[in-house]
């Protein structure tokens, strides 16, 4: 892997742990030499990623909107930043040329970004990894609830595989470097 999207954020959550994650990933992902994409925000858990990568020595890109731009939201650190008039334009933007997805614990935002990957996924326009890196269990509900879609017939137990996930980012990026694309041979 060359790049990676990550998804967090635009808070840094009510407990330290939620930080040390984010910090931890842009450490490791820049001593990777992996590029990372992500939302050009210099607050929340979007900041502490990019101060981490660019602490490192990473390579990373901001795609962020003209309008959270102009409310002074944009990491000014990040040199490589790519305005977008639209979140729409920019969540493509965020996965074109990536060789996967980490998502950080976050919001509506990140979540939006995460299900509209696993969609592409799932419609094979995206055949990359969509990682969830489940800190302490933050997403421990969501992972229940996509088995719970798998139970009760509303997602295919192969499409439910396209969301991988892990606690740690060791064993998450292993996971990610393993991954194969399947393409479904039936859709219904």
Known sequence: MTSIAVFCGANKGNQPWFEAAATQLGKTLAERNIRVLYGGGSVGLMGVLADAVLAGG???????????????????????????ETMSERRVLLLQNTDGVITLPGGY????????????????????????????????????????????????????????????IPELLEKMTAYEYKALEKWV
């Open 58 to 84: 990473g390579k990373i890109t901001g795609i962020i909107t003209h309008q959270l731009h102009g409310l002074e939201l944009g990491h000014p650190d990040v040199k490589d930043m790519i305005h977008v």
């Open 109 to 168: 935002g990140s979540m939006d970004e995460h299900f509209e990957a696993l969609t592409l996924a799932q419609l094979q326009q995206y055949r990359k990894p969509v990682g969830l890196l489940n800190v302490r269990g933050y997403y421990d509900p969501l992972i229940a609830m996509m088995d719970k879609m798998v139970e009760y017939g509303f997602l295919k137990p192969d499409n439910r595989h396209l969301c991988i996930d892990a606690p740690g």
